[in-house]
């Protein structure tokens, strides 16, 4: 096929883009060569827009092992062992098919992780959806939730934990992020670094079929009333041959055969040999007739474009090409000598005996387009004016009931029951926590991971939203006893040649970059997802943040349920009254305007570090941050979670009740102690000055506001798990 600009066009590629190519090929490319570069430089695969920002974040802290750059991000957990980890969106494919687009996103996601050598131990996911008003939400969310269990629960990998949000803004593009960690021996971690001259380019995995052709240009692009035709982009997955490809792997990373290993992930074969060659800064040589393919008659083209799942590329040591052969052959998996490691810099491909393509490494990878877009800022809104005399007329458990129904605050078990979250024995905190906590199989060690964002303070102020949501992730480790780490970011954007939407990603990720600085929380991998929109609507700015940490030892773990009538209940942090972005604003007063409230990173560094010096010494029973709905939504989750209730003492302040119990000040904690070790908290919270406010005591099954409030735990339970499960129906 003559190649000229509307194709490139077509491929996604601008008309300068398009120019640029020539420029650097000195010669038109063919259609096969535009199909790889169209690959490499789309948004998904070459950065092009973000890389410039990115560069900005901090992605190095004692225990990083490795940062950015590799299939995922490693850090230091001690004893000789590491903790790989990232989390990857799969937005575009899931809208157009959920199932197979979730299911995918898992495989996938645990694909990067095992090719550096990790057995996966835990699986999460942040999943955001529609308006549940709107009539494709409830499909969607049901084909999701089962493509993300059928794929973990097959390869035997838990759920830990999750995120589900609904807002009208994803009503034309969901999202789907998913997140795997995985455990690995410091010395035996694997990179995708082609090294050495004349080494065995190996195939291994599934055979190559035409699913997926043309998923991550898809994944780079708006949605638009065409949105059917773009099924065939969507990858088809096998988890039981996944299962397969991951012992296989493994046992191969057992010896020393392998040079360099990586994932056939968004544009297939072409980006996992260009970046091989690239990060090797060598050159290599493919005869695609030795593809394993599952469709006859398929061209050049299609082999190096196509996405189809549970496939792997590995560059071996010259010799090894036997022993590897037999262990695939066990497996029962393809395995086939595709290629070889050249001195040329060029990617070189030979089908039927012919030449279709020579490119140099450099042009795709190196050369790629990067682009410094205008942004707009956004200004921090003013703060509104909410009247007592409105607050006064509201009745609290009216309100209390409307924020626990909310669909954002509503207990999300009818999904998590849906995975499984106990498979390989190790899980000691399941989902519905602040964070899964997983033991390290065989010794006293556990991790705990968390998954978080928040669109809606994003969106009001992409600054304060960005440190937000890291604090977030900061205080749900904290809140189980574990010590931060490091994260990863999914970054979900519209479309960044939309000045607005580039600004909330320039600010978003300035805000994220500022809270990892200071909490030494550093960002160890993630993807970038531009263009979730739908014509020219996009979503509202979701940046979410994975945080991964440790606890040296699991009896010290920490739940968020009540333990014991008679014990004290303390608030750690200071309670302000902020009412604007909250929920009780959006949901109870239809208030959508004003800022979100403010971050004081050393509040949250010195709060946190505070409970952990406590949990530590013994004295915390049980412990939950407070977020999204306020002290009383967090506080009642604790009575629901322990069966039992709390009488709350009158807020000291000079606050409303109502502010006071639903306002979403940050840096929060709510403690339950023992009342004779009161003298001793105080004197540590006292020390560190940590603000504190006795909340009230435990007792039996009410929760009773002021003497003259009282709700059954019952009811609350009611309000809290009936919402989904009846919308589910």
């Known amino acids: 096929m003559q190649v000229n600009e509307r194709i490139a066009i077509e491929h996604g590629l601008k008309k300068d883009e398009y120019k640029k190519i020539c420029n650097l090929l000195k010669r038109i490319p063919n259609i096969t060569e535009l199909g790889i570069f169209s690959a490499m430089w789309n948004e998904h695969c070459s950065y092009k827009s973000s890389r410039l920002h990115l560069k900005k974040l901090p992605t190095k802290g004692k225990n990083v092992i490795q940062g950015p750059g590799e299939n995922a991000g490693v850090i230091d957990i001690d004893d000789g062992d590491a903790i790989v980890f990232k989390i990857e969106s799969h937005n575009h494919p899931s809208f ?19 090719t550096m050598g990790a057995r996966p131990i835990a699986n999460l996911n942040s999943i955001h959806f529609g ?44 999202l789907v992020n998913a997140m795997t960690l995985g455990l690995v021996k410091k010395n035996k971690i694997f990179y995708s670094r082609a090294a050495g001259l004349n080494k065995p380019v190996i195939y291994v995995g599934s055979k190559t079929g035409r699913d997926g052709i043309h998923g991550a240009s898809m994944a780079s692009a708006s949605f638009d009333e065409k949105i059917e035709e773009k099924k065939p982009t969507v990858q088809v997955g096998d988890p039981f041959t996944e299962k397969l490809l991951l012992e296989a792997c493994l046992e191969l990373m057992a010896g020393d055969s392998i040079i360099a290993i990586q994932d056939m992930g968004a544009a297939g074969l072409t980006s996992s040999s260009i970046e091989m060659a690239s990060k090797g800064n060598l050159g290599i040589e493919l005869n ?54 050249t001195s040329s810099k060029n990617i070189e491909l030979y089908f039927e005996n012919e030449q279709v393509a020579h490119i140099p490494v450099n042009t795709l990878v190196e050369n790629s387009p990067m682009y410094d877009r205008k942004w707009k800022k956004t200004k921090l809104p003013k703060k509104n004016l909410i009247t007592k005399k409105v607050l006064n007329k509201l009745k609290i458990k009216d309100v209390l009931n409307k924020i626990l129904s909310n669909p954002n605050v509503c207990s999300k078990e009818w999904i998590w029951q849906q995975y499984d979250h106990t498979v390989m024995g190790d899980t000691i905190q399941k989902p519905g926590g602040d964070s899964g906590v997983v033991r390290v199989h065989g010794t006293d060690k556990a991790v705990a991971a968390t998954v978080d964002s928040s669109a809606v303070y994003c969106w009001a102020h992409p600054l304060t939203g960005g440190k937000q949501v890291v604090c977030e992730s900061w205080r749900n480790l904290i809140s189980v006893g574990a010590t ?120 949250e560094k010195n709060n946190g570090e505070t409970l952990l010096q406590l949990i530590k010494n013994n004295f915390i029973k049980s412990s939950h941050d407070v977020s999204l709905g306020g002290i009383l939504t967090a506080v009642s989750k604790m009575c629901i979670k322990g069966h039992k209730g709390i009488e709350l003492n009158k807020p000291k302040l000079l606050l409303n009740e109502i502010e006071y119990f639903f306002s979403e000040d940050q840096g929060r904690y709510i403690i339950e102690i023992n009342p004779s070790d009161l003298n ?38 009611s309000y809290n798990t009936n919402w989904l499960i009846k919308y589910m129906s």
């Open 96 to 114: 157009i098919e959920p199932y197979q687009g979730a299911a995918t996103g898992v495989g996938g996601i645990m694909r990067d992780v095992f």
């Open 131 to 174: 308006s549940p008003q709107n009539k494709k939400t409830k499909n969607l969310l049901r084909g999701v939730v089962h493509g993300i269990g059928g794929y973990g629960n097959c390869m035997g990998v838990p759920t830990i934990a999750g995120q589900t949000s609904f807002d009208s803004s994803y009503n034309g593009n969901i």
């Open 288 to 341: 695609l007739d030795k593809v394993p393919c599952r469709e006859s008659k398929m061209t050049p083209y299609e082999i190096m474009l196509s996405e189809s799942q549970e496939r792997m590329l590995i560059i071996l040591e010259n010799g090894k090409e036997e022993l590897a052969k037999k262990i695939f052959d066990k497996w029962n998996l393809d395995f086939a000598v595709i290629g070889k490691t």
């Open 484 to 603: 931060p780490i490091a994260i990863t970011n999914c970054l979900n954007f519209g479309s960044p040649e939309n000045e607005e939407n580039m600004g909330e990603f320039v600010e978003c990720v300035q805000g994220i970059g500022e809270a990892s600085e200071y909490l030494k929380f550093p960002v160890v991998s993630g993807n970038v997802s531009f263009y979730n929109q739908t014509k020219d609507i996009g979503i509202k700015p979701t940046p979410s943040i994975g945080g991964v940490g440790l606890i040296k030892d699991h009896k010290k773990m920490v739940t968020m349920d009540f333990k014991e009538i008679g014990n004290l209940v303390l608030i750690i942090g200071k309670t302000e009254g902020h009412i604007d972005q909250s929920l009780f604003a959006r949901t109870i007063l239809d208030e959508k305007n004003g800022p979100p409230p403010e971050i004081n990173l050393f509040n």
């Open 680 to 717: 001793e908290v105080t004197k540590i919270l006292e020390k560190n000055s940590v603000h504190y406010d006795e909340l009230g005591k435990i007792v039996d099954n009410y929760i009773i506001v002021n003497k003259k409030t009282k709700v059954t735990i019952d009811e609350l339970k």
